[in-house]
């Protein structure tokens, strides 16, 4: 019994330890690029999407990627058939049927280039310019060379595939 009560105390510590993503709001995320500029993380998604799901329970949920991410993105969470009014760079994005089943958010088509499909992530710049729109479910493993590619800036030295060729990772 007392193994057991040792072992559920380690395993609630670990849960209470845990890293997690920080998550913002567009609108949050564009007011602390102003006070400290970093990389702004957009994962579009909606709903409905059981990949979007997934992704948040493994590949978010994971430490490495959890504390990669807060250190290093603002990470925004946009539900891509949200309701919210979005004003940015002098224009006002809604959705435009927010009652209808499936309506999709201005600003979501801005950010993929009314290529909608979800899970999608946007990467942008300390200056609010997107740099790369990233399609699709990644495990941590494979989701962890994507974000330290853009979050170390290797953007500029070279191409993914030769980075992701040479890199190493601590996802295990």
Sequence with gaps: MKTAITFLAIIISFGLNAQK??????????????????????????????????????????????????????AVKFNAEGKDTINFAGN??????PDA???????????????????????FNNKIERM??????????????????FGEQKNFETSFDEFKANFKGEVN
């Design 21 to 74: 993503v920080n998550w913002m709001s567009w609108d949050e995320a564009v007011e602390a690029n102003k006070q400290n500029p970093k990389l702004i993380f957009v994962d579009v998604y909606t709903d409905w999407c059981g990949w979007c799901k997934k992704m948040d329970a493994s590949t978010f949920g994971n430490p490495v990627i959890a504390k990669y991410m807060s250190e290093n993105y603002y």
């Design 92 to 97: 006002t994005f809604v959705n435009q049927n």
């Design 101 to 123: 089943s499936r309506s999709t958010h201005q600003f979501a088509r801005a950010l993929l280039d009314n290529q909608m499909g979800y899970p999608k992530f946007v990467v």
């Design 132 to 149: 790369s729109i990233i399609p699709g479910y990644h495990t941590a493993k494979d989701f962890e060379p994507m974000l330290k590619f």
